[in-house]
């Protein structure tokens, strides 16, 4: 074999292999999108039914939100179970709840953890509610995402979006 004809099988080994972990890394990516889109429409749903099969066992949530018995800027911080979480749950509540992202979330992976992260904001019955940064701590278990950990914060002032108009999402349907 010259060497000129080497190299290239050498290259195209590499490329191949490139274009291999590109595609596997692009199917990682886009599940870990559909595990957050579903994500969202449990929050809208309120249903805890939604909510289990994207949690693994021992799933956790802590958020971060203005103390309202504190002084200016104090925070409080609530840590739960998911199974505390689920349990209080209203599913049927009339509410429309309507989550999104802030641009586009940062989401890092290796193996079988991930990370999302990116500013959110929030709507109740059309109207906006509170901003904040959400942070899913992922593990990938029998072939599947599913939330270890979710963490967010609940801003209530210099939010972005506070003055917009509803998206389409957020609007309950005319009657």
Same mark, same amino acid.
């Given at each position: ?15 191949? /292999?490139? +274009?291999?972990?590109? %595609?596997?890394?692009?199917?990682? =990516? ?7 889109? @579903? ?8 249903? $805890?039914?939604?909510? @289990? $099969? &994207? ?19 104090? &925070? ?5 179970? =998911?199974?505390?979480? &689920? %349990? ?24 079988? !953890?991930?990370? !999302? ?9 059309? !109207? ?7 942070? &899913?701590?992922? +593990? ?11 963490? =967010? ?6 939010? %972005?979006?506070?003055?917009?108009? %509803?998206?389409?999402? /957020? ?5």
């Amino acid at each position: 074999m010259s060497l000129i004809a080497g190299v290239a099988a050498i290259l195209a080994g590499v490329l191949t /292999a490139d +274009a291999k972990k590109a %595609a596997d890394d692009a199917a990682e =990516y886009a599940a870990i999108e559909n595990l957050i889109d @579903r994500t969202f429409a449990a929050i809208a749903a309120d249903d $805890p039914e939604m909510w @289990r $099969p &994207l949690l693994t066992d021992e799933a956790r949530n802590l958020s971060f939100r203005p103390d309202r018995n504190g002084p200016k800027g104090a &925070l409080s911080m609530r840590d739960e179970s =998911y199974k505390e979480v &689920l %349990a209080d749950m209203t599913p049927g509540d009339p509410r429309l709840f309507y989550e999104r992202w802030i641009g586009e979330p940062t989401v890092l992976v290796d193996g079988p !953890v991930a990370i !999302v992260w990116g500013r959110y904001d929030f709507w109740i019955d059309g !109207v906006f509610s509170h901003c904040g940064v959400d942070t &899913l701590n992922l +593990a990938k278990i029998d072939g599947a995402w599913k939330i270890a950990h979710f963490m =967010y914060t609940v801003e209530l002032e210099g939010c %972005a979006t506070a003055g917009d108009a %509803a998206p389409e999402g /957020a609007r309950a349907s005319p009657e």
